[in-house]
């Protein structure tokens, strides 16, 4: 039997797979492809995760949050494009889009008449920045919202068949 890891600054990584109760080995074998030494380079730090490796691990660990975490916060490209989402209750993810889509419906109108000329003027450049501020909380929010879905459906709570279907069907 392994012994349990005492480290402080646990990567998210490690962190998931001793929350599943599970060794390296354990762990390895789950995944099918990545070895228990990588796996531990990996929670140590020594190397960066590949794309394909979170992907494996958020599936099998169920826990979808990985990828995102992993893309805002190592991926080169992500670090700048990507916010990282935090895991919140359905309540509070639904209360904050609402407030969002309030705030950024008073604001509509000015939006219309900044861009009404194909062009923003200096005057304007505070309330456009504004305005794309709110619009970027209201994406956040979306995002916020499908992980709390990818993590319904990785822990079956969300029957995976009808959602898809129900995706597929709106696309």
Not at 16 to 28: F, I, T, V
Request: charged share 35%; proline share 3%.
């Amino acid at each position: 039997m392994s012994r349990a890891s005492t480290k402080e600054n646990k990567t998210v990584y490690q962190l998931r797979r001793e929350e599943l109760g599970l060794s390296r080995e354990k762990a390895s074998d789950l995944l099918e492809v990545i070895p228990p030494e990588r796996i531990e380079r990996i929670e140590n730090g020594k190397y960066t995760a590949h794309p394909d490796e979170v992907i494996v691990m958020a599936e099998k660990y169920q826990a979808p949050e990985l990828c995102n975490y992993y893309c805002s916060n190592e991926c080169e490209i992500g670090r700048q494009y990507v916010p990282e989402i935090k895991i919140k209750d359905l309540a509070q993810i639904v209360l904050e889009m609402l407030a969002s889509l309030n705030s950024i419906e008073k604001r509509r109108d000015r939006l219309i008449e900044i861009t009404a000329d194909g062009r923003i003027g200096e005057d304007e450049v505070g309330d456009f920045v504004r305005i794309q501020e709110d619009l970027e909380r209201i994406s956040v929010t979306v995002e916020t919202l499908q992980l709390w879905a990818e993590q319904k459906v990785a822990a079956g709570e969300i029957d995976l068949e009808a959602y898809n279907a129900v995706k597929q069907k709106s696309e």
